[in-house]
């Protein structure tokens, strides 16, 4: 009955039956989360490890044995204790309410120093009150010896608390975002990361550090607001001689062939006077820039030539009689079964053109105005499936041939790339068409190719084709 009587018994026989269960209950739940994947598992595993352990021993201690709770001991075990639940608690609140953030939300947004920042607050009340209420501290005489050391260290470390103070207020306003690309008076690039004192900007050729203070004491562009909304303007200059009109298409005709492109936009070239032009392209990504400059420039240098235009007043004499000659006697002549006297009327009539790599050579639902015979390069055959996707026909090497569906006024059912830089001669159907027709083997030949790869297009269109 004395024991019964105790208070020591209930708070030991709660302790006894309390701490198995809760760890078993605990233990299943962790697993569960564990599981599951879930963000609260390693606060779960915290609570069952360490939290109920330590708060159980600390009630057999002070409530059970009687241990006073001003003994040096039993502070210690509480300040530990309190530290662990405020460890709890901080992780618990980052866990459900930071880190599973969707995309877009307020709480993504929001900027990892500030949550920095409010955790060493938090932090710091959580040992204010351990202190307080645990060792006897006067919290208030503490602060204000913090303070005045505090203003002693400003003093001393004004201009880096200065950049820590521009920071915070620059980040509230949210210019920016980690991935953004900014343009400053100093660099251009894209913003790797941001911490207390500095903006980490990747420029492509270095990493280049620039202090909070003088980023928010400048102006900058931030370059992917809003998205997809990133211009490239080119300007180029032609010869006087060349038709705007012409210039302005061929232009234009490149820029929607670039990879780069926004998707569903159009690019739109117009001449500003003295000989030049300039095309604005819409790109996917300010990261895109210097891939599609860099692919604009070398694409028109091909294009200008073929269409007889003077890119920076350059003439071309690449298709001269010699390199056609050539040509049509180790190309086009076994293709076509030509003799002397054919190859005789075939030279004025043919030219010698060159394609940039991966360059567009024909468009799928084009009508070839004639046919076009590969001297060097190799050029591939793509077909694009019902769901969009590309998928390779067949590459052609040095000696094959394009544009059948000339002779046949079909328009193409696959598109050709240039795989590198491809040289060819180039033949208008009314030229071919009379030497085709005469050879019946021939003929025969060319819509036995044609039906070969106008099936493969289709069979590649229904699925059964593979590349």
């Known amino acids: 009955m004395s024991i019964l009587g105790s208070a020591w018994f209930y708070w030991a026989l709660g302790v006894v039956v ?116 645990v060792w006897g501290v006067r919290v208030a005489g503490l602060f204000t010896a913090l303070g005045v050391t505090s203003v002693v260290i400003g003093l001393m470390l004004q201009n880096s608390v200065g950049q820590i103070v521009s920071g915070l207020f620059m980040l509230f306003e949210q210019p920016f975002q ?140 690449f298709s001269t009689p010699e390199r056609i000659e050539n040509a049509l006697r180790t190309v086009v002549a076994p293709v076509l079964r030509l003799n002397d006297s ?8 043919a030219r010698i053109v060159r394609y940039g790599a991966d360059e567009i050579v024909e468009y799928a639902g084009q009508v070839p105005a004639g046919m076009t015979f590969l001297v060097s390069g190799r050029v591939r055959l793509v077909a694009t499936t019902d769901e969009g996707l590309d998928v390779l026909i067949s590459t052609l090497d040095e000696g094959s041939f394009l544009g059948l569906t000339a002779l046949t006024r079909q328009p193409n059912l696959a598109s050709a790339y240039a795989l590198e830089e491809v040289t060819a001669v180039e033949i208008g159907r009314e030229h071919i068409e009379h030497l085709v027709m005469r050879e019946p083997l021939l003929l025969h030949d060319f819509g036995h190719i044609l039906d070969e790869r106008q099936s493969k297009v289709h069979r590649t269109r229904r699925g059964e084709a593979t590349g």
């Open 18 to 133: 309390g701490l198995p269960v809760g760890i078993v209950v605990l233990t299943e739940l962790h697993r569960s989360l564990v599981r599951r994947r879930s963000r609260l598992a390693g606060q779960v595993g915290l609570l069952c490890n360490y939290v109920l352990p330590l708060g159980a021993l600390l009630l057999l201690i002070v409530n059970a044995t009687g241990v006073p709770a001003g003994d040096t001991a039993v502070r210690i075990l509480t300040t530990v204790f309190g530290f662990l639940v405020l460890v709890l608690l901080l992780s618990g609140l980052n866990a459900t309410v930071f880190a599973g953030a969707p995309e877009g939300s307020w709480r993504k947004r929001i900027p990892v120093i500030f949550l920095d920042v409010a955790r060493f607050v938090l932090i710091g009340a959580g040992l204010a009150v351990i202190l307080s209420y």
């Open 342 to 349: 054919d190859r005789a009327s075939l030279l004025s009539r």
């Open 178 to 317: 980690i991935n953004d690309w900014i343009d400053t008076t100093t660099a251009r690039g894209r913003i790797v990361e941001v911490n207390w004192r500095a903006v980490h900007i990747e420029t492509g050729s270095g990493l280049r550090i620039t202090p909070n203070a003088v980023l928010a004491g400048t102006p900058f562009t931030n370059l992917s607001r809003p998205a997809g909304a990133h211009e490239l303007a080119m300007t180029t200059k032609f010869s006087d001689a060349d038709s705007p009109d012409r210039v302005c298409a061929m232009l234009t005709r490149v820029a929607s062939a670039l990879p780069q492109l926004l998707a569903g936009d159009i690019p739109m070239s117009e001449p500003l006077g003295d000989a030049e032009y300039c095309t604005t392209i819409r790109l996917d990504s300010p990261a895109d820039e210097r891939a599609a400059k860099a692919t604009f420039l070398r694409w028109i240098w091909y294009a200008a030539r073929r269409e007889g235009l003077h890119l920076d007043g350059a003439d071309d004499d």
